[in-house]
């Protein structure tokens, strides 16, 4: 069994015991898993930050078509029939949303699908926030702190990339001592 599938059926077990995503906390084991997934992240969000052509980093959404504010829906509707999510500028994404499109954890089985006008990350069995601190070994507090946009000052560009990067790294120095 490999780590991924073993972290999979920790987490069902865990789950089974407390279906209450509010107060379900993971075990240590996953905590330690999702604290080196955590670290990848950060250094996916630090890449992408110092790209000019990389997506357009953006808290307030997984992932969808870069520039769909103010769009009515004819026009929303028109502009997502041809988008593909992607590494790059035609995207906006958060830091999830990344997580998801970069490639970097799909071995680990973190994936998205189509949710209505953008995509949501899918783990074991669940989307949503769910998948977020399921694959990331986070309870409710901790993906709040590292991943809501009204958690930070800045919630796009470049300066919010790095923000959330600089979090990560300080939330797995301080917290899960690695």
């Not at 970069?102 to 209505?116: M, N, P, Y």
């Not at 946009?149 to 939330?171: C, K, N």
Request: hydrophobic share 45%; with cysteine.
């Amino acid at each position: 069994m490999s780590i991924s599938e073993a972290f999979e059926a920790d987490v069902a077990e865990a789950f089974e015991k407390n279906p209450n995503w509010a107060t379900w906390e993971p075990s240590e084991e996953q905590r330690a898993v999702g604290a080196e997934r955590l670290m990848r992240l950060r250094d996916i969000l630090v890449a992408d930050a110092n790209n000019p052509k990389g997506a357009r980093f953006d808290l307030d959404g997984w992932a969808m078509p870069a520039g769909i504010g103010g769009m009515s829906w004819d026009e929303l509707k028109d502009h997502l029939s041809g988008w593909e999510p992607a590494m790059n500028c035609g995207t906006a994404a958060c830091a999830v949303g990344l997580a998801c499109l970069s490639g970097e954890f799909a071995s680990e089985k973190l994936a998205f699908h189509r949710d209505g006008d953008s995509i949501a990350p899918v783990f074991g069995g669940y989307r949503h926030w769910s998948a977020v601190k399921l694959f990331f070994g986070l309870n409710e507090k901790e993906a709040e702190h590292l991943f809501q946009s009204d958690s930070y000052h800045v919630a796009q560009g470049a300066e919010a990339e790095l923000a959330v990067a600089h979090r990560i790294a300080v939330f797995v120095r301080e917290y899960r001592n690695v």
